[in-house]
């Protein structure tokens, strides 16, 4: 594979904001139905560690960190987010960015990393169980997407080299 991750930056918004409109789109990825501009996906995510897929010069996937919390007791607690293009699914991308992720969170000080995932996106929860997640619970009818209640399973990490 020829893909490497780099720090995902203003400049990548375009190709991410793709990317995330079709997760959108599926139904699967997220209970958003619009993405934000910039300056409000930039205000609700940590600063770094941020990240893009590169494959020959495209942006084909992100990931990226937000706080579960203001209080500073939930300072190293984040919640992940892993897009992938849909033409580039299927090829390792999000495991690569999800792993680079897990590195990343932990040279930032972060312990603990969770994901909130609808119970039908076998593919995302497959690919985070890879990336040494476990599950924690399912939390019923969470919220609804287009007049439907949606399961979320909440998965997390627990850092082995941060926080011990």
């Known amino acids: 594979m020829s893909v490497c991750c780099q720090t995902l930056t203003a400049e990548h918004w375009e190709a991410v904001r793709t990317i995330f409109a079709d997760g959108i789109a599926t139904g699967l990825a997220t209970f ?3 993405v934000p501009e910039w300056e409000a996906w930039d205000r609700g995510h940590l600063p770094e560690p941020r990240l893009v897929a590169v494959d020959a010069g ?3 996937g ?3 960190l937000s706080p579960v919390s203001g209080r500073c007791i939930y300072g190293g607690v984040s919640e ?3 897009y992938v293009a849909a033409l580039a699914r299927g090829r390792g991308i999000g495991r690569l960015l999800l ?4 590195r990343a969170s932990e040279r930032a000080g972060i312990w603990t990393l969770q994901a909130g995932i609808f119970t039908e996106n076998q593919a995302s929860i497959r690919l985070h169980r890879s990336c040494g997640f476990r599950e924690v619970g399912v939390r019923e009818r969470l919220g609804v997407l287009h007049g439907v209640w ?3 399973l909440l998965m997390e990490r627990r850092s ?3 926080g011990v």
Not at 99 to 102: I, K, M, P
């Open 32 to 34: 958003e139905t619009e």
């Open 58 to 60: 495209e942006v084909v």
């Open 62 to 64: 992100w990931a990226a």
């Open 80 to 82: 992940v987010s892993v």
């Open 99 to 102: 792993l680079e992720l897990v």
């Open 150 to 152: 949606r399961d979320v």
């Open 160 to 162: 082995r080299v941060v």
